[in-house]
């Protein structure tokens, strides 16, 4: 079975502060595939990145960076100089082919509540 | 490309009604999920569609609910005498074959009075 672990249920910054999610997962497959999604107060699920199992290389997109490392089976997302428009719910998720089947469903964390305030 | 559409973006029944959900998926997706996301909790994985066939079923889909996806195009979902424990939002996602990456919908959030 698949499982996403974010640990921090809610996070508290000021703007332009540096802030990290984490993200642990677990799961049998040898081939699987990372994400990140983020749901602002509008509710809609916005994708944010996908890396697959053989791609440890980090990640960086402006001023979001994320660090995958198979040897701790974590996937840590950091937001460099948070903004207001940054607050949201992020979730961590994991697809892979479970035995039996593959049908790449997501298998997502509880979320970390992220509020940057002014 | 107008992302995924849901249709409706909120219903109030009462217990025991039925009520259907529709989905449009991106153009060009031949995959479609339907997941449920209750307060606090991530999205809940119900059931799968590679083009018009119903690949797999979560252990959350009762038999009060049922999904089609005629065609291969949209996708509808049915919850029969929904009760109290059904009040939730129903998110729809879509994905190329070849890509993992899942673009999710608005979603029709529920209430089950």
């Known amino acids: 079975a698949q499982k996403v672990t974010q640990a921090q249920t809610e996070i508290s910054v000021v703007e332009k502060e540096d802030v990290t999610l984490d993200c642990v997962y677990e799961?049998?497959?040898?081939?699987?595939?990372l994400f990140w999604y983020k749901q602002p107060p509008s509710g809609e699920l916005v994708f944010l990145i996908r890396?697959?199992?053989?791609?440890?290389q980090n990640e960086i997109s402006g001023r979001y960076s994320w660090n995958f490392q198979k040897s701790t089976s974590s996937f840590n997302f950091t937001i460099t100089a948070s903004q207001v428009v940054d607050s949201a719910v992020y979730f961590c998720a994991l697809s892979g082919q479970d035995s039996g089947g593959s049908n790449y469903k997501l298998t997502f964390g509880k979320g970390t509540l992220l509020t940057v305030n002014p | 490309d107008t992302g995924v559409s849901q249709d409706p973006r909120h219903k109030i029944t009462k217990r025991g009604q039925n009520v259907t959900f529709r989905c449009d998926p991106i153009s060009e997706h031949n995959r479609l999920y339907w997941y449920r996301q209750t307060l606090g909790q991530g999205p809940e994985f119900l059931t799968y569609?590679?083009?018009?066939?119903?690949?797999?079923k979560s252990r959350l889909l009762s038999d009060r609910f049922s999904a089609e996806r005629p065609k291969g195009s949209f996708s509808t979902l049915e919850i029969q005498r929904t009760e109290q424990g059904d009040s939730a939002m129903y998110l729809c996602?879509?994905?190329?074959?070849?890509?993992?990456?899942?673009?999710f919908g608005p979603g029709t959030r529920l209430t089950v009075l």
């Open positions: 799961t049998r497959d040898t081939t699987y595939y």
């Open positions: 890396r697959n199992s053989f791609d440890e």
């Open positions: 569609f590679q083009n018009e066939a119903q690949l797999e």
């Open positions: 996602a879509s994905s190329l074959a070849v890509r993992e990456e899942q673009f």
